[in-house]
């Protein structure tokens, strides 16, 4: 099972960013998709995350600036990061969850890296 997330980087504030998790040898159907961030000295926190039929949720800090997709097809989800401030500064991790034999299974990503210089 492999999760690979990419499109990290540095931007200027106000700026835009999509970030990308491509899943791979997965044996079940994933059920949600998710951007988790992390910053330093602080708790992971839940960015976004979207369920097999398409609901979406964010924390009310990104609302209206980020949006989460997916294609069920290619099992990649991304995050749309618009009007980036600042405080968005953190290690992102994309996260998945899938149900097979009777138990529910978590995966991780590796994390990228997202700047917002003022």
């Known amino acids: 099972v492999q999760l690979q997330a990419s499109g990290g980087g540095l931007v200027q504030a106000g700026g835009s960013l999509r970030l990308s998790c491509a899943a791979s040898r997965i044996r079940f159907t994933i059920d949600n998709m998710g951007w988790y961030r992390q910053a330093p000295g602080k708790q992971r926190e839940l960015v976004a995350a979207?369920?097999?039929?398409?609901?979406?949720n964010y924390v009310d800090s990104v609302k209206g600036r980020f949006t989460i997709s997916r294609d069920n097809a290619k099992n990649i989800w991304y995050l749309n990061m618009n009007s980036l401030k600042p405080e968005d500064s953190a290690v992102y991790y994309c996260?998945?969850?899938?149900?097979?034999?009777?138990?529910?299974?978590?995966?991780w990503g590796q994390g990228t890296q997202v700047t917002v210089s003022s």
């Open positions: 979207i369920t097999s039929g398409g609901r979406t």
């Open positions: 996260n998945a969850d899938a149900v097979g034999f009777g138990r529910k299974y978590d995966y």
